[in-house]
Structure formats: C-alpha cells, structure tokens
C-alpha cells in the first residue's frame, strides 16, 4: 500500500514556473513507476509524464515535452515534475500516481488504469 500526498500547486501567470511534489509512503517507493496526470474541467484525464523506477527513463507528454521535467529522489520518497513556460492550457488538477508493474515492457506509462495508486491531486492555475 503507498499513500501519495501531491503539494506546490498554485496561481501563476502565464510563463512562469511551478514545481510540483509527490511524497509517498511506505519503504518501497524505488519499486514504483511514478506518473503525473492532469485533469482539466469538463475534459478527461491525461497522462503528463512518468519516470522509471530507478530514474533512468523518462517520458512525456507531446504537449509538455521541453517544457515540464519529471524526476524523482528515491532517499527522499518523492516525485517531482518541474513546470515551466507554463501555459493558460496547463490550468488542471494534476495527479501522481504509483506503479507496481515494470511498465517498460508494456509501454503503458501513458496509461491511467495501469496505475495502482493515486494522490488526491494538487491544482494548477496558469492565468493570462
């Protein structure tokens, strides 16, 4: 079991910066694929990104890539996706979400369900 605790949401404007974080419980977070997700209101959930367990593999979103940075500190238990250039259409909620499974062989990290836990999401508001 791993309880996820997003925080660092907040009020921007457009082109500034935001980081979030994502702290889990429990001792086996390096056992973890780690994702963020998004939703906006009135759209379905997106995947943002997602980080292997070590750290070694990364990947993106088409609409965030150059712009967002996902990495993690396994001696720290947590999950960070850094925000920058942020954009009026990054306003979300935006969610961290563990995996048991090595999602490198199934290629599903961009996919919501192959999740097992979720934080109860932090919210981002990029003004014009």
């Known amino acids: 079991q791993v309880q996820l605790v997003e925080s660092g949401g907040g009020l921007v404007q457009a082109g500034d910066s935001l980081r979030l974080s994502c702290a889990a419980s429990?001792?086996?977070?390096?056992?973890?694929?780690m994702g963020w997700f998004r939703q906006a209101p009135g759209k379905e959930r997106e995947f943002v990104a997602a980080?292997?367990?070590?750290?070694?593999?990364?990947y993106y979103a088409y609409s965030v890539k150059g712009r967002f940075t996902i990495s993690r500190e396994n001696a720290k238990n947590t999950v960070y996706l850094q925000m920058n250039s942020l954009k009026p259409e990054d306003t979300a909620v935006y969610y961290c979400?563990?995996?048991?499974?090595?999602?490198?062989?199934?290629?599903?990290?961009?996919?919501?369900?192959?999740?097992?836990?979720w934080g109860q999401g932090t919210q981002v508001t990029v003004s014009s």
């Open positions: 979400a563990a995996a048991q499974k090595d999602l490198y062989y199934s290629a599903n990290y961009n996919y919501g369900p192959a999740y097992d836990y």
């Open positions: 980080i292997s367990r070590s750290g070694g593999r990364t």
């Open positions: 429990g001792r086996t977070f390096s056992s973890y694929w």
